[in-house]
């Protein structure tokens, strides 16, 4: 294990749920005879229970690795392992959410999640699968509005339906790209805090893309930050040092959120491209260095290239 400064380091962590190994996609150029390899050597756990955001520039290559662990796509290189398991392809126990929301246009609300629900229970009567979805759309507020179909929805409450019932089949890993970046400010806003109070419930273990900064600072225990691509690697992982009950309405005010806040927006503005294609710091890419950021405490993992700031313990399985 790597030295650390941080206690957090000392204290065992759970197995993780997910383990990504040595990931790589590389796809076949446009019009060349060559490869593009968009990532390489990308290593993450995901622990059980777990917030995961990751963050990075267009292109390079979040959809992909969230396909990857959907088992929709396959990678070049490296493996995915779920509970000990190499993934071979989709299952019901990884439930995906994208922008769109992909609901059956001719279904209601309820008999979509109740789609979802009964190719999960194949054993249950009518009656239980129904109970189970409404539990769910009660869950993400929709209540009363079960016999609606989606042309008679808003955009958000579709995408509460896509929410219910991807968590209807509970799944032990939901896997967000982009869900609510379709929505309008107001609308995203009630959807987060809906996430937040499902996520403190049920402790749905979650890995999700964003592009929006406040919301994986709301949502995310981690934060993982991926350079811009071809050759997109994990650069760093940030630990969410905002306290665990956080609200949307007041978490701005807390002395660690501008300085959580600025280190995201500096790699997003610069960092991302100068350790584009392995640029600078030479570390390990099985432990890219974890940061905490905090008030009064200067957060350097630019400044010292290579040295792990707190040990990425949850080594793979
Ligand atoms: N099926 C494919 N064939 C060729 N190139 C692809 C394919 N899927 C994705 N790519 C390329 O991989 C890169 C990463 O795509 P993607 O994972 O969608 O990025 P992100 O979600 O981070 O915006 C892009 O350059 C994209 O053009
Ligand atoms: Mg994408």
């Not at 890219?288 to 080594?315: Q, R």
Request: net charge neutral.
């Amino acid at each position: 294990m790597p030295n650390s400064e941080d206690t957090a380091a000392s204290e065992p962590r759970p197995r993780p749920l997910i383990s990504v190994e040595g990931l790589a996609r590389r796809f076949p150029e446009p019009r060349g005879k060559g490869e593009l390899t968009v990532f390489d050597n990308v290593w993450f756990t995901v622990d059980p229970g777990e917030f995961v955001c990751i963050i990075g520039h267009s292109g390079c290559g979040k959809s992909t690795i969230l396909n990857i662990l959907a088992g929709l796509d396959r990678p070049s290189d490296g493996v995915v392992i779920v509970s000990g398991e190499a993934i071979e392809g989709p299952s019901l126990d990884r439930a995906v959410i994208f922008q769109s929301h992909a609901l059956m246009p001719w279904m209601t609300a309820l008999a979509n999640v109740e789609l979802g629900v009964s190719s999960r229970h194949k054993d249950w009567s009518r009656s239980q699968v129904r109970d189970h979805a409404m539990k769910y759309l009660e869950l993400v507020e929709l209540k009363g509005s079960e016999l609606k179909k989606p042309a008679q929805l808003s955009g958000g409450m579709r995408q509460r339906v896509g929410i219910a019932r991807a968590l209807a089949i509970e799944p032990k890993i939901m896997l967000m790209d982009e869900p609510f970046s379709a929505l309008d400010a107001l609308t995203r806003g009630s959807l987060q805090d809906e996430v937040l109070a499902i996520r403190a419930k049920t402790h749905q273990t979650t890995f999700m893309i964003t592009h929006d900064i406040d919301e994986a600072l709301l949502l995310a225990d981690r934060i993982l930050l991926m350079t811009n691509g071809p050759k997109a690697r994990i650069a760093e992982i940030v630990d969410n040092t905002l306290p665990e009950n956080r609200k949307r309405a007041d978490v701005h005010r807390h002395a660690n959120y501008y300085p959580l806040r600025n280190h995201l927006i500096d790699f997003l503005v610069a960092r991302s491209r100068e350790l584009a294609g392995g640029a600078g710091g030479a570390f390990d890419p099985r432990h890219p260095p974890v940061v905490h950021p905090a008030a009064g405490k200067p957060t350097t993992a630019g400044s010292t290239p290579g040295k792990p700031i707190a040990a990425s313990s949850s080594s793979a399985a």
